[in-house]
């Protein structure tokens, strides 16, 4: 059959090999001049450092047929995600660790004694009803203050008391010296960079490739299927309004040296107008650069023009995703997959996984067994 794919990010990219290993014919759009989406690195022309060009991208998973997968279409080098926080003009480790809590509150606890000392400063909040008080449930006011409210309003745009507790369900704080950002036993980023690894995945010889053109979501009767990746609300066309995001800036800089030694800086003063540092040779440590090449993100809302990056998924986005969602039953021969397409955010490993998955269901469909699904995962 005939398969359009609408995005070569990896959704689009681990569907559509799946769907021409499996003997189908697959054209892939993408309107970027580049495959892998946000993934996107490539070689810094003066220094030679991979830059990841919309913000760093650090593969972590505890699934082994991800990993496996991953690994078949490229060279995973190991790597750490070791990262600091500026404060009030001190360096901390994050995520809040009893290194953290030692150095930040100036005392030499052991674990069981740090772990009575913040749960003596932790307030006695049973039900959290948004990620204020989750936070002060969870840490106490200081380490709130210092470590999440000022990074979470630069980066949301919001007072923390209008966001979900649901985003600090899974606060990373440890009562060791563990500094290791993420706790997956797969950990790692592509020797020769996403893009490489996603340009192997698109190499079949049942695939055709176009770049700097978009899908038309008007004339998906011309495919025997359409696996849509792009923004659900632009399948639509818009016509039912706009779903919520934020988006980032990157101001690039340069230094000859090392300018901060490390990957990642978080700035949680909120009168620093940026969230983060990014020094990029950091994310290869098995290469040598003289030279670096670094940015300051910046958080802002999202804009008719711009790239998005995070769904706000606030109430009133909510209502409206419904309202794509009902939108999507009357598709026709589509399914949405991915970030964008679910209105989701989604880590690298979950994406691979649920496109794997939609994949085989795919597969067996256009067999005659089984129903094409509409949804990689239910958005709602």
């Known amino acids: 059959m005939r398969i359009g794919v609408a995005g070569a990010g990896l959704s689009g990219a681990v569907i559509g090999r799946a769907l021409a290993e499996a003997g189908h014919r697959v054209v892939v759009h993408d309107p970027r001049p580049h495959v892998a989406g946000n993934c996107h690195t490539e070689r810094d022309g003066a220094t030679g450092v991979m830059v990841h060009r ?17 690994n078949r279409f490229a060279r995973f080098m ?15 480790a994050l995520p809040v660790n009893l290194h953290t809590i030692n150095q930040f509150f100036g005392t030499a606890l052991r674990p069981d004694e ?30 709130y203050e210092a470590f999440f409210k000022g990074y979470t309003e630069k980066q949301w745009g919001c ?34 960079g996403y893009t490489a690894m996603v340009a192997a995945m698109l190499d079949h010889p049942g695939i055709d490739l176009h770049l700097d053109t978009a899908l038309d979501p008007g004339r998906t009767g011309e495919w025997d299927h359409v696996v849509w990746t792009g ?22 800089f340069r230094h000859e040296g090392d300018w901060q030694g490390c990957a990642v800086m978080n700035h949680g003063d909120a009168g620093v107008p940026w969230t983060r540092i990014t020094e990029h040779k950091h994310f290869a440590p098995w290469e040598e650069h003289t030279g670096s090449v670094l940015y300051r993100e910046y958080s802002r809302a999202c804009g008719p023009d711009d790239i998005p990056y995070y769904p706000i998924r606030l109430v009133q986005e909510k209502a409206l995703l419904s309202e794509h969602v009902a939108a999507a039953a009357g598709a026709g021969n589509v399914t949405f997959a991915g970030r964008l397409a679910t209105y989701r955010y989604l880590d690298m490993d979950v994406t691979i ?11 067996a469909a256009l067999a005659g067994r089984g129903r094409a699904p509409r949804f990689t995962k239910d958005p709602l």
Do not use: M
């Open 231 to 252: 923004p659900l609300d632009g399948f639509f066309g818009y016509r039912l309004g706009r779903l919520g995001y934020r988006t980032l800036d990157f101001e690039e």
């Open 159 to 192: 007072s923390p008391r209008d966001l979900p507790a649901s985003i600090l369900k899974r606060l990373p704080l440890r009562f060791n010296y563990d500094d290791n950002y993420f706790f997956h036993r797969f950990q790692g980023i592509p020797a020769d």
């Open 114 to 143: 740090a772990r009575a000392f913040i749960a003596a400063r932790a307030e006695p909040i049973a039900d959290p009803q948004n990620f204020e008080e989750q936070a002060l449930a969870f840490v106490g006011r200081e380490l």
């Open 54 to 70: 919309y913000g760093p991208h650090i593969f972590h998973t505890d699934d082994e047929g991800v990993w496996d997968h991953v």
């Open 78 to 92: 190991p790597f750490r995600n070791r990262v600091k926080s500026t404060v009030g003009g001190k360096v901390y």
């Open 353 to 363: 996984r649920e496109a794997l998955d939609c994949a085989a269901l795919l597969v």
